[in-house]
């Protein structure tokens, strides 16, 4: 299976030379974009613009890259280890630039289609990578997730040391919210900021969960929460707040995409019983309100989130001993992850 991906960085450490050389690209492609008239530019850049830009409305617009026109290789310095070569239409060699970011696989993937932005002066690259992946088929283990409002993901270890993710998130949800009803609209202008910080959390979390589905060599489960809107969860006001934009569907998708990327399949199963059985015993208990699951049957009391992370481990493991891991949800199950930034990655 084929999987994309962008990867973004920066080109640091640019002489005056260099830095000029870039900005006459740059402003060549503006103006050839608002007037038509060719000043210049690389003839490669000048082609996707032309295939790409048809309606110019915004003042600025990135150099797009031809795939095969950007170059990169290593050549560590005591600032990065990687330079890229950016056609250029001063020069027929292009211009090899320090470029910065914290991808390292470059040797695994192909380059597809780059995008030049330059922002208060600086150039930045986002780069179009392909890699071919092909998902394991066994695992030794289950690395169980649940996700939820209060944690926004609760895993077990194979040892059955839960985890709780999403402390820092719920904070950052909590100032926000506390922001816009001070500032009311005038925290507008920070919105990029708040949605920078909420999808840096999600991207945290995600590849915290994969990472420890690689050191398990883990098939990871999710409890699919798709009921949960419907579900009675308390009346709390604040916890309806919380669950209101709730980024469940963007904290699955990145799970997915960054498992598949290390070759790692996800499942997910209907979480219906997986919160209300006691993992103890098997019989119907109730979720509790202060987030305690207690069973009227063989009195286990336990977080309610450890608790269903429990009940999808072993549901995981019947489909591991079934040979049912054929039907892995991949990237197309999941919406809206192409392009995910990957900084974390
Ligand atoms: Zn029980």
Redesign the pocket.
């Given at each position: 299976m084929l999987i994309w991906k962008t990867i973004t960085g920066k080109l640091v450490d640019l002489s005056r030379k260099e830095q000029e050389i870039l900005d006459i690209e740059y402003e060549n492609l503006q103006y050839f974009l608002h007037t038509g008239h060719d000043l210049g530019l690389h003839p490669d850049n000048k082609r996707q613009a032309l295939r790409s830009y048809k309606e110019i409305k915004r003042r600025e617009y990135p150099i797009l890259i031809g795939k095969g026109m950007l170059k990169l290789e290593e050549k560590p310095t005591t600032i990065c280890r990687y330079r890229v070569r950016i056609p250029i239409g001063l020069s027929k060699y292009g211009l090899w630039c320090t470029f910065k970011s914290y991808f390292t696989e470059w040797s695994s993937v192909e380059l597809c289609r780059s995008k030049l932005y330059r922002r208060d002066g600086e150039y930045y690259l986002y780069i179009t990578i392909r890699k071919e992946v092909a998902l394991k088929k066994t695992y030794s283990h289950i690395l169980p997730v649940d996700l939820g409002i209060r944690n926004s993901a609760v895993t077990v270890s194979p040892s059955g040391k839960p985890r709780f993710y999403g402390r820092r998130l719920r904070r950052i949800r909590g100032w926000w919210f506390y922001i816009h009803r001070k500032l009311g609209r005038k925290a507008k202008k920070w919105r990029n900021r708040e949605s920078r910080q909420i999808t840096d959390q999600l991207h945290k979390i995600a590849r915290d969960i994969v990472e420890q589905a690689v050191r398990y060599d883990a098939l990871i489960v999710l409890g699919d929460l798709r009921g949960i809107r419907k579900k009675k969860m308390g009346t709390g006001r604040r916890l309806k707040r919380l669950m209101s934009h709730w980024p469940y569907h963007r904290l699955k998708s990145y799970i997915v995409y960054k498992a598949n990327w290390k070759g790692i399949a996800v499942v997910e199963i209907d979480e219906g019983y997986t919160s209300k059985i006691?993992?103890?015993?098997?019989?119907l208990?109730r979720r509790e309100i202060q987030g305690l699951f207690k069973?009227?049957?063989?009195?286990?009391e336990l977080n309610a989130d450890v608790n269903a992370a429990r009940n999808i481990r072993a549901r995981g493991y019947m489909l591991l001993a079934g040979g049912d891991v054929t039907r892995p949800i991949t990237l197309k199950a999941v919406s809206g992850v192409q392009g995910t930034s990957n900084r974390f990655m």
């Open positions: 006691c993992s103890g015993c098997g019989a208990g069973c009227p049957s063989c009195g286990l």
